[in-house]
């Protein structure tokens, strides 16, 4: 079997091959710190894209306030481990389950709701999770943050330096990538399919809509939880600015920039969307002189309008159906 | 023996009322008709059976058991199936993972044996591909199973939900105008195919509004108006009842 046989056959092996020595071999050939860090900062957004695409572009259930949970994976990592002085690595853990709980919780009163509905009360979730994460300044260290968080370490072996963060970041999203197509592609994921194509037709093939509903929000809040425990060993500091309405609304456009329902997508509308941002913060201050992040959103905002008038299927649908491009026509 | 018991059945909507008392029983293995103009009643009382909502008073058995109270996805693992009037609801699926998603209340696979595709899941999925194979293949649809539904001619995506319906494996299938938009030709592959459904052991009822279909097909037939019985029985039967012919001409009955 020929290279071109087997990427045909096995398109997503070959592309998680292709993936692990782009990523592998990253570090080898780019030296800049900047480029790395912002690679670190990619791979935390396609952990949490991942997940919004599970619920959001399979599932069709939307949330309006997915920071939210990653800043609930944040916080239980960060008070772990400053105030209780826990082992990492179990702060993950604990905050993976407090996430997951609070997820199935909100889950079972929240998809009594659905379209609008939903929106506009997983916004009002998020916010009020953001203003708990300030407000509470006896355990999360109030608009400030909390400073301190350690550096994870396995053994003697810590990840002090951006290169060993970058791939255990990116090492992560390959795990998760492989569990997201996995569930995708199975009984489970063509449930979630029909669910979003129509509850009615759903039921009518003996689908229990909420339970799956409830299972898919599990999953993709326990990657967002592992993205903020990732995120606050990095930055060694959380504060609540990165989990607000803002971060919400960023994850959904990385989602709709990647393709809704495309787990290969998520990946490149985080990495689009973060370079966008790195292009902005370069050159928006250069034509309105006192830019500040409420003009990114903006620009976010317009990004997300163009795509869906133009793109509906997403960036890497659109672009991919642009090319004329023969192995990616269906064979008749 | 009834597989299917319909017990003074009153559904109503607001000041509507959609059905107002009806009583019948479906003969297992027997094709059984619901006919009425328009209004009458039969949509409702099909999603009444297939527990899209529930009655406002009355009963519905299935094999004897209650299903009052159970919710929709239950009633289809206990054998109760259905097709919609506009047929296919799955656009963003192929052909063949629509009815594969047929077969979900007959395998068991979980979110975490899928996503660390264990040995179960591997060979529950193979099963799952064959068996919708199966069922493409009865309606007669095998050969482009890797077409995305939303691009099928409109015939075609009927029998996608027929066979999605059958792979449920149900024991009562109901079919909500199963003819409706099909060309003579394929109107007669349908009267074959759900002849053939029955011989499955099948028990089919239908909701049609072509005559002919259901004097060609029907073993018994039940003709509601306004949310009421007004007659059933055999082809012949209804055909002479004056209730009947006065519903369908808009006479007052004498």
């Known amino acids: ?332 | 023996m009834a597989i299917l018991q319909v017990e003074n059945l009153t559904k109503t909507f607001g000041g509507i009322v959609a059905l107002d008392d009806v009583s019948f029983e479906v003969a297992d293995h027997r094709i059984t008709a619901l006919i009425g103009p328009n209004g009458a009643g039969k949509t409702t009382l099909f999603n009444v059976v297939a527990g899209t909502y529930g009655p406002t008073r009355g009963a519905v058995r299935l094999a004897g058991q209650n299903l009052n109270g159970l919710r929709a996805p239950d009633r289809v693992q206990l054998g109760s199936g259905r097709t919609f009037q506009n047929a296919l609801h799955f656009d963003n699926m192929t052909e063949i993972e629509n009815v594969m998603v047929g077969r979900h209340p007959r395998s068991r696979c979980g979110i975490l044996s899928s996503a660390f595709q264990l040995p179960s899941k591997r060979r529950e999925e193979e099963s799952i591909f064959l068996e919708a194979m199966r069922y493409l293949n009865l309606v007669g649809l095998a050969m482009d199973s890797n077409e995305l539904a939303a691009g099928l001619p409109f015939g075609q995506r009927r029998l996608v939900a027929v066979a999605r319906a059958l792979a449920t494996e149900p024991r009562l299938l109901l079919l909500d105008e199963p003819a409706a938009g099909l060309n003579t030709m394929e109107k007669t592959d349908l009267v074959v195919l759900i002849r053939r459904i029955q011989e499955m052991g099948i028990t089919v009822l239908l909701v049609e509004h072509d005559m002919a279909l259901v004097m060609q097909l029907a073993e018994w037939i039940i003709v509601l108006d306004h949310g009421r019985k007004i007659a059933e029985g055999t082809a012949e039967q209804v055909g002479k009842d004056r209730k009947v012919v006065a519903a369908y001409l808009g006479q007052e009955a004498p």
Not at chain 1, 25 to 53: E, Q, R
Not at chain 1, 82 to 91: C, I, M, Y
Request: proline share 4%; glycine share 12%; aromatic share 10%.
């Open chain 1, 1 to 332: 079997m020929n290279m071109q046989q087997f990427w045909r056959r096995r398109p997503n092996a070959s592309a998680l091959m292709l993936l692990a020595i782009v990523v592998g071999t990253l570090p080898l050939w780019v030296k800049s710190s900047y480029l790395i860090s912002t690679g670190i900062f990619v791979g935390i957004s396609a952990i949490l894209t991942l997940g919004l695409c599970l619920l959001l572009g399979y599932a069709g259930q939307i949330s309006l306030g997915h920071a939210a949970f990653y800043g609930i994976g944040a916080y239980t990592s960060a008070i772990l481990t400053v105030k209780s002085g826990l082992n990492p690595w179990l702060a993950i853990l604990i905050g993976i389950i407090v996430t997951a709980s609070a997820a199935y919780l909100i889950g079972l009163f929240i998809f009594r709701l659905s379209g609008h509905y939903l929106a506009v009360a997983t916004l009002g979730l998020g916010i009020i999770v953001y203003l708990a994460f300030g407000e509470f300044g006896e355990l999360t260290g109030g608009p400030t943050g909390l400073p301190g968080v350690p550096r994870l370490a396995v053994g003697g072996f810590v990840f002090d330096g951006d290169v060993e963060y970058f791939y255990l970041v990116w090492s992560v999203v390959i795990v998760f990538l492989v569990l997201s197509l996995n569930v995708v592609n199975s009984r489970v994921g063509r449930a979630l399919r029909a669910i979003h194509g129509s509850e009615a037709a759903a039921d009518s093939v003996g689908i229990d809509s909420s339970r799956h509903k409830l299972q898919v929000l599990v999953m993709s809040v326990v990657f967002a939880s592992v993205a903020g425990s990732l995120y606050v060993h990095y930055m060694r500091f959380v504060s609540p600015q990165p989990f607000g309405f803002t971060a919400s609304v960023r994850l959904v456009v990385m989602a709709a920039v990647g393709g809704l329902a495309s787990v290969w997508g998520a990946l490149f509308g985080a990495a689009a969307v973060i370079l966008l941002t790195v292009v902005l913060r370069e050159f928006l201050p250069l034509v309105v002189p006192d830019a500040s992040g409420e003009h990114t959103v903006i620009v976010y905002g317009i990004i997300l309008v163009v795509i869906m008038v133009l793109m509906p299927e997403g960036l890497t649908v659109g672009l991919l159906k642009s090319i004329r491009w023969p192995s990616f026509k269906s064979k008749t």
